[in-house]
DNA sequence: CGCGTGATTGAAACCCTTCAAGTTTAGTGG
DNA sequence: CCACTAAACTTGAAGGGTTTCAATCACGCG
């Protein structure tokens, strides 16, 4: 009788022994129950067997932006796994909920079984991947042009250099004036 | 001599006849270059070792919309590898580029080949993850807010019976007032 | 020099947010 | 089973930010 998140994870690569050492706890949890809160670290996964969770974010002004819903045959989780890392997401439950969690600890006792067994990195790739898309998601969502324009410039210095305005404002998903106007705001408070 | 591209995704799994059999062409391609076209079947692998490549849709009005830049060492793919499947994503060389790309056909021989070593199909619930953000993104720069909350109730028609409407206007980055208007603009239209 | 592309600026229109009030729905206790 | 209350949804008006459209400016290149 094994959990399918653990079918869904090790499936094929690791040895029965390296399996049972990973704990995946089945566990009933209450409609409005907080799984997770951002900021506090110990990122989990959850597999939905049952119910409904959602996965959020809230801004500096309180409101809440859903990243995603999870029900029956979803996982969740903000992939935010490092030791000690703060979670990224809130997750609670919608609906009274079965699900099969996995804590921290355990996930990276994971990966460091399937870095020993050579596991492509392909998996990390698309891990970073995934983490990159949340955080557009999220900023897509909650941040104003201006907090976006100020983050791609952080995060990529060197794409700014390189391409024309035109095409950041596309990446922002606003109109090449609308940025013309957001820099020259910004020239002003200096 | 190794390509870095195939270094990346066989690691440690295949063996050297099998990673011979799957081809990688190191090719130059110069600024402006289109690569791949959206709704074009044969989408592919493109890792970039010089230059700059972006990677786009463009909406019914003829708006390009930057999913995403790539740069020395980032790989651009939309990850729509099924065979025949139209690509989601334009894809062009923004500078002189030098890249690695690996035709379609090469990804499904290699995910065949993952698939008979029993590689976890973790891979394929993490690139199915990155499809589900991808169309996200593309939504919420692109499309208005009417056309996000009907792909929404396609998309996850159980949900929407599931969760209170101001947990969609949530979802969809709507406040629920929005959304309510739009609900009651639909219903005018009948 | 002249042309084309990209960036800037302004004005009007549009959509969404915010705030406030009213209405409906759902859940709880009498 | 009804009554009450809280939560959710709706509707309206005012304000803000973005888009759209148009004109102008800046720059690099033939």
Chains 1, 2 share one sequence.
Request: proline residues 4%; glycine residues 4%.
């Amino acid at each position: 009788m094994k959990s399918i998140l653990k079918k869904l994870i090790t499936n094929g690569i690791l040895s029965p022994h390296e399996i049972s050492s990973i704990q995946i706890k089945e566990t009933k949890i209450n409609k409005g129950t907080i799984l997770q809160r951002a900021g506090e670290p110990g990122g989990r996964a959850f597999y939905v067997k049952e119910g409904l969770v959602r996965a959020y974010t809230i801004d500096e002004k309180g409101k809440e932006h859903i990243f995603m819903f999870a029900s029956e045959g979803w996982m969740v989780s903000d992939f935010e796994w490092r030791e000690n890392a703060p979670a990224l997401l809130f997750v609670d439950c919608i609906e009274d909920s079965l699900l099969e969690i996995i804590e921290q600890n355990d996930i990276i006792k994971l990966n460091r079984l399937f870095e020993t067994k050579q596991v492509p990195n392909q998996i990390n790739q698309l891990m970073n991947r995934i983490r990159v898309l949340q955080k557009r998601i999220i900023l897509l969502m909650s941040a104003d042009t201006l907090t976006r324009y100020e983050d791609f410039i952080e995060t990529y210095p060197d794409i700014v250099q390189r391409v024309p305005q035109r095409m950041i404002a596309s990446y922002l998903g606003v109109t090449p004036e609308a940025l013309s106007k957001i820099k020259s705001k910004m020239l002003k408070k200096h």
